[in-house]
Nanobody, 126 residues
Framework: QVQLAELGGGSVQAGGSLRLSCTASGNTISKNCMAWFRQRPGKEREGIAAIDSTDRTSYGDSAKGRFTISEGNARRTLYLQMDNLRPEDTAMYYC????????????????????WGQGTQVTVSA
């Protein structure tokens, strides 16, 4: 069974950067869809970015130009580089994955993913 663990959250001032990582353990599969979601206070969970089994990446409007999703270690680690952070980026950030050899994107419904990390808090102050 695959388990995901996020690291890298913290507190930063507006304009700063953070790099989140999500490490998979257990019976990982090389062909999968991996994504980052976040949940802001009082809001529903929303997709931010995704990378599919062909390494095609996609980003939501809030992430374009500021966040970069990437993978490493034979797809056992997922990263989210976040630059030029804004107070509205304050949220709990989650990684998610599902074995899948096709395409997925940041718009893929959260319920489709079958493995989730526990989340890491990002707080951006003005």
């Amino acid at each position: 069974q695959v388990q995901l663990a996020e690291l890298g959250g913290g507190s930063v001032q507006a304009g700063g950067s953070l790099r989140l990582s999500c490490t998979a353990s257990g019976n990982t599969i090389s062909k999968n869809c991996m994504a980052w979601f976040r949940q802001r206070p009082g809001k529903e969970r929303e997709g931010i970015a995704a990378i599919d089994s062909t390494d095609r990446t996609s980003y939501g409007d809030s992430a374009k130009g500021r966040f970069t999703i990437s993978e490493g270690n034979a797809r056992r680690t997922l990263y989210l580089q976040m630059d030029n952070l804004r107070p509205e980026d304050t949220a709990m950030y989650y990684c998610a994955t599902r074995p899948f050899s096709g395409r997925c994107s940041w718009t893929t419904d959260a319920q489709w993913f079958n493995r989730w990390g526990q989340g890491t808090q990002v707080t951006v102050s003005a």
